[in-house]
């Protein structure tokens, strides 16, 4: 076998030829049509998120209703790993983590199976359910807003019919989620004074407006054969129907008890760009677009808009675009490819010095590349950013196997072989090492079916290890038919002999292997000397780190507004915030700042994104923000944190559990005073349980009710009607829905007294009589918000931490501030959650790391039928430890995700250089030579391959580990410092190293054979 592929790649070389040819205009096709994307598909998160409905609704009763029976129905679920639920004003909400190897699918008929089994125990409001499980193609590509012209009045309008007819129909768009901009109403503002001077019951004017204006469905009939539909109109066509609307047959008018105006709704969200007011979208493109293709048109559409008159001097600002992350990102992976694979075939220039040579083995960097683009274009991959970082991991390791096949050809022709029996036996020499080489660094990437812990992870390297596979397959294919091939048509060119330097280097090298292996004690005192010298220097200060989604450009600011504060007041304080913010906002280098804080809210938040040409990073502009926070504000609390998408590692949740509400309302207080008070924490944000808002509850007098013959129902929904409102049927004008809302003005509803002096029609007197005479009121605070935690009451707490100092040391001194706090019998605080995670991952890692070990050892020993030689290869892993160690310290790097994808990678490709060298060892020693002389022989003939393929691979990685690219906020940079730093020490001391313990086993072996054997003897 080993001399057959390239016996036949010379006997056919036609065919070889067009197979080639083939699969190159295979490549070319795929990388033209694969659709561009930022993550990769297919990836199946093992979470979901159950929404239930429950209108008119206080927390306390959502939980107690809805929360706790659906939860213990969700207890039952198969590989459930935890339950969060969340009961608010009018909805409950379920986040269910499943465990990775369970189908979301069958995760999914599970849910609804448990939660149509509670329907028939909960409350008859309850009649539907969502539930969302995450898809990468859903999330949004484009995130914008729109800053609206001074002067223009209907918002909605402008949103809802011209830019967002226009944006939907974009070739690619699937859907536009908006925000910010609420319908104009037609409010029916009644007064309480005038209705009490004309003696109104307010009850039967709203009927009788109801039973005014509605549409109704009236069946259908049949005449002649023909079925006819039948529809009741009565509806009102414009407000001047309502201000001429006659309510009493003594010609009383609506106007004469009310007031008609068109107002926006007074609970609607505060939401601005740069102090503007401003909607916000969300813009998904479909499954199968180009994300790229269809953010430009988006970006299209938006110049359009600006030219439409309706729209003169309107702003359209995108705060994340995916497309224009893709592009920049594969423009830089693309740039940083070509770099390094020109950097490569320098390297390999400098020492071959033959161009045609040189030429040869470049040519598998881009046929190997677009090979592994046709795969995966066949695979239905997209181009992804994870995609393309493999690619770039391959550049420089896809021509090893064409390094080492072709200098064997050319040493096979110095020994004055023919072309075509050089090419066959050159080859086939070192056919079981390439495959073997090749074969240990494909198999590291297996761990990744085994790695179910962590599925971030797993899909992380899954994306990444394909196109290293694929692209190293290729390389090998290349090695066997190619080169030969090749090779036998460049008969005039030649390996010139070895530059003066590498013969220097060659001199000194045989000098220093000789003294090693005649002196190996003191060579083994110096390996261990070094290794504990690494450890001792280096390890102390290796930061581990749990890398994360980072938008630099992010400063996030987290206010809370008084509980008792309406719409106008939240107005006020938000406009006060922003005029501070804008008067830092060239100190700050801060180009655009956003603002929302939602109707039923006291928390609101602020984003600023600095500028692009911005000297400060965001590290000092947080800095320079916390200096400058307002505190003159009563009752307003600002901080500052790092953002929605920070780093995990520096943005930590605690949970405390208990029962009683305000129990734990107090006792978060408490932590976070605590926990502010730690060098290191920024800030200390309380979940919403503890906003308690205040509550005035209403309790009816029993017998007043009866004495004026009011039942309970009609004096509870009265008030609800003149707090909340009531909506009638809209209007439709000029082919326009108007919403109509009839309520209490706003003077009548200002002040507790007032209310209590609101009308109530008493049908025993037929006359007015005030609300104050028929109940009493008391004062309470009630939770915005009841959580559970696996069915245990709990309160988040979540810290913003500073970078200045490492996170854990942080969390330790929080926890030491924390250890002397008494906790009530059933309380208690867990703030193990974030090292569990920190853990989890860290295990994933080192499981991986460990598999891949396992499994390159079983191929070695397959291959090399060998259960010694395989332990003197992997040998070089420690070494290259040495090597990634000293690289991480000396530039500062923390160990994260991307360094520990870097060490699996360092698993197979550290060993190649050993395999290469101990397969040609065995070769001459299986020929007769004596143990020495094949050591001293082999590592002279593989000195040259073993720099070159080391050199191609390094130098094919440094544009990676100098560049400032990322994967959606994780920098490569720390991959290809562990790879450079790994291979480099590893390369070194492998020429030395391994001859010393292939040496020692072997004296092992052959002692162990000795004894057994006398061992046989004395016992025969």
């Not at 001074?150 to 007819?165: A, F, Q, R, S, W």
């Not at 830092?584 to 280098?589: A, M, N, R, S, V």
């Not at 929904?717 to 049927?729: D, N, P, V």
């Not at 000029?734 to 209310?755: P, Q």
């Amino acid at each position: 076998m080993k001399r057959w592929l390239p016996a036949f790649a010379l006997k056919r070389p036609v065919t070889v030829f067009m197979t080639i040819v083939a699969l190159l205009t295979l490549g070319l096709i795929a990388y033209a049509r694969m659709p561009l994307q930022l993550m990769p598909g297919g990836f199946q998160a093992s979470s979901m998120w159950v929404n239930i409905p429950f209108a008119n609704a206080t927390p306390r009763e959502a939980d107690e209703l809805v929360a706790r029976p659906i939860s213990e129905e969700f207890s039952t679920l198969p590989s459930l790993k935890r339950m969060d639920s969340r009961a608010s004003a009018n909805s409950v909400g379920f986040s269910l983590e499943f465990h990775p190897s369970l189908d979301m699918a069958v995760a999914y008929n599970e849910v609804v199976e448990r939660i149509e089994r509670a329907m028939p125990d909960l409350p008859e409001e309850v009649d539907r359910y969502w539930i969302y499980k995450f898809d990468p193609d859903d999330t949004p590509i484009i995130w914008s807003a729109i800053m609206f012209p001074e002067g223009t009045e209907d918002h909605y309008n402008l949103l809802n019919k011209v830019i967002m007819p226009r944006l939907e129909r974009i070739s690619g768009v699937a859907s536009i989620d908006a925000w910010g901009v609420d319908a104009k109403r037609l409010q029916i503002a009644y007064d309480r004074e005038r209705m009490i001077a004309h003696g109104i019951n307010l009850g039967e004017v709203q009927r009788k407006l109801q039973a005014d204006n509605f549409q109704m469905s009236g069946g259908q009939f049949e005449e002649n054969g023909r079925v006819q539909y039948i529809r009741s109109l009565s509806r009102f066509s414009s407000p001047e129907d309502l201000q001429d609307y006659t309510i009493r047959d003594d010609g009383l008018k609506l106007t004469d008890i009310a007031d008609l105006r068109m107002i926006a709704a007074g609970d609607a969200d505060i939401n601005r760009m740069n102090g503007q007011d401003s909607a916000g979208l969300a813009i998904s493109k479909e499954s199968s677009a180009n994300t790229v293709e269809t953010s430009r048109a988006v970006e299209q559409a938006f110049e359009e808009l600006k030219a439409d008159p309706r729209l003169t001097g309107a702003e359209f600002l995108i705060f994340f675009n995916q497309g224009e992350t893709i592009q920049n990102s594969l423009d830089t992976l693309q740039e940083a490819g070509i770099v390094g694979g020109l950097m490569a075939v320098v390297v390999l220039f400098v020492f071959l010095r033959e161009w045609r040579m040189t030429l040869l083995i470049a040519s598998a960097i881009p046929f190997s590349l677009l090979i592994t683009l046709g795969v995966l274009y066949m695979q239905g991959e997209s181009l992804n950013v994870a995609a393309m970082m493999g690619l770039m991991l391959a550049v420089g390791m896809v021509v090893d196997n064409a390094i080492v096949v072709v200098e064997s050809i050319y040493r096979h022709r110095k020994e004055h072989d023919s072309v075509s029996e050089a090419a066959v036996s050159g080859t086939a020499e070192v056919a079981l090492a390439i495959l073997a080489s090749t074969a240990t660094t494909m198999v590291v990437f297996l761990p990744v079916i085994l790695m179910t812990e962590n599925a971030t992870t797993s899909r992380m390297l899954g994306v990444v290890g394909l196109p290293v596979v694929y692209a190293l397959a290729a390389s090998l294919f290349m090695a066997l038919l190619f080169a030969p091939l090749a090779t036998s048509f460049v008969s005039g060119g030649g390996i010139r002999e070895d530059a003066r330097w590498l013969v220097w280097l060659r001199g000194r090298y045989e000098k220093l292997l000789r003294t090693s292996l005649r002196r190996p004690a003191d060579t083994g005192i110096s390996i261990i000397a070094l290794m504990f010298l690494t450890m001792t220097i280096t390890g102390p200060s290796m930061k581990c780190v749990q890398d994360g989604g980072d938008d630099a450009n992010e400063v996030e600011l987290t206010f809370t507004v008084p509980p008792t504060a309406g719409y106008w007041e939240k107005d006020d304080i938000t406009r006060e915030l922003e005029g501070w913010l804008q008067e830092h906002k060239e100190e700050w280098q801060i180009g655009n700042y956003r603002l929302r804080l939602r109707d039923q809210s006291t928390r609101g938040r602020m984003w600023a994104y600095l500028r692009e040409d911005a000297t400060l990073t965001r590290d000092e502009v947080v800095e320079k923000v916390r200096e400058a926070l307002p505190d003159h504000m009563p009752g307003v609390v600002v901080s500052v944190g790092w953002g929605q998408s920070a780093n995990s590692e520096y943005k930590v949740e605690l949970e405390i559990y208990g029962e009683d509400l305000d129990t734990l309302a107090a006792l978060a207080d408490e932590v976070a005073r605590r926990a502010r008070a730690v060098d290191g924490v920024l800030q200390a944000e309380v979940g919403d349980l503890a906003e308690g808002l205040p509550e005035i509850q209403v309790l009816p007098k029993a017998e007043a009710l009866t004495d004026h013959g009011v039942t309970a129902s009609d004096f509870g929904g009265t008030l609800a009607f003149a707090l909340r409102g009531s909506l009638l049927e809209p209007i439709q004008e000029r082919g326009k829905e108007l919403e109509v809302e009839t309520r209490l003005s706003v003077y009548d509803r200002s002040d507790i007294a007032t209310l209590l002096d609101f009308p109530i029609w008493s049908q025993e007197s037929m006359s007015l009589i005030p609300a104050r005479s028929l109940a009493d009121i008391r004062f309470a605070s009630g939770p915005n918000t009841i959580r559970r935690r696996s069915r245990r009451t709990a309160l988040d707490l979540t810290l913003d931490l500073s970078r200045d100092k490492p996170a854990y040391e942080t969390m330790a001194a929080v926890n030491a501030a924390l250890k002397d706090m008494k906790m009530p019998r059933g309380y208690s605080i867990d703030t193990d959650e974030w090292a569990n995670s920190q853990q989890t991952e860290n295990d994933a890692t080192a499981f991986a790391l460990g598999m891949s070990v396992v499994f390159v050892y079983l191929l070695m020993g397959v291959l090399f039928e060998s259960w010694l030689l395989p332990l003197t290869i992997l040998a070089t892993l420690p070494l290259a430890g040495i090597g990634v160690g000293w690289m991480l310290h000396l530039t500062k790097t923390p160990f994260g995700t991307m360094a520990g994808i870097g060490l699996v990678v360092l698993v197979g490709v550290v060993v190649n250089n050993g395999i290469v060298l101990i397969d040609l060892i065995t070769q001459l020693r299986r020929e007769g030579m004596e143990r020495s002389e094949a050591i001293l022989e082999a590592c002279q003939r593989r000195l040259r391959p073993i720099l070159m393929t080391a050199a191609t691979t390094i130098f094919g990685m440094v544009p990676m580990a100098l560049g400032s690219s990322n994967f959606v906020g994780i920098p490569y940079a720390p991959m290809g410092r562990t790879v450079i730093g790994g291979l480099a020490a590893s390369t070194a001391l492998t020429l030395i190293v391994i001859p010393f313990l292939y040496v020692l086993l072997d004296d092992l072996r052959a002692s162990a054979g000795r004894a057994i054997r006398r061992l046989w003897e004395k016992s025969a």
